[in-house]
Nanobody, 123 residues
């Protein structure tokens, strides 16, 4: 079982950068695929990026590819999301999650979730 706590986020102007982190407590963190999702008011939760346990596989949503970078430090039980060239449409609550199923793009495959952190991008 994992407990996940996000930190970072905040407000930035379009074109700027922000980083969010997710610290995990529990066992076998390195065994989990980790994912970042986001949700805006009135919309379903959207896949952003995922990372394999070893960090060698990092799929991204097309909307963030080339701008966002997911990484992890298994020694620190932490996964990161570096967000560059931010756009107003990136404004959302960002959640990290640990995969328990097999489909890293599907939020229903994730069994553990953080509480979320707000990212606001102004134009």
């Amino acid at each position: 079982q994992l407990q996940l706590v996000e930190s970072g986020g905040g407000s930035v102007q379009a074109g700027g950068s922000l980083s969010v982190s997710c610290a995990a407590s529990g066992r076998a963190f390195s065994a989990y695929y980790m994912g970042w999702f986001r949700r805006t008011a009135g919309k379903e939760r959207e896949f952003v990026a995922a990372i394999s346990g070893s960090g060698t596989i990092t799929p991204y949503a097309d909307s963030v590819k080339g701008r966002f970078t997911i990484s992890r430090d298994n020694a620190k039980n932490t996964v990161y999301l570096q967000m560059n060239s931010l756009k107003p449409e990136d404004t959302a609550v960002y959640y990290c999650a640990a995969l328990r199923g097999s489909n890293w793009r599907d939020d229903s495959s994730y069994g553990y979730w953080g509480q979320g952190t707000q990212v606001t991008v102004s134009s």
